[in-house]
């Protein structure tokens, strides 16, 4: 537990250049924009559905 805390403390540019790299080597740079959109379009639809629930309750209070 005590080594798992130490590992994620030391993450810093050197590692976060790794992991692009190793991102990029996997999918390819073609993939990623492709992958950065779909995941733009699902963090939209989840903002647009959590408005509507909010909305909802609103409207029902009024009637």
Not at 33 to 43: F, Q
């Amino acid at each position: 537990m005590i080594s798992l805390h130490i590992f994620l403390g030391m993450i810093g540019a050197p590692q976060i250049i790794l992991i692009v790299v190793v991102i990029l080597l996997l999918f390819g740079g073609r993939k990623i924009p492709e992958l950065m959109r779909g995941l733009g379009s699902g963090i939209k639809e989840f903002k647009d559905a959590t408005k509507e629930e909010d909305d909802d309750p609103k409207i029902d209070s009024k009637n």
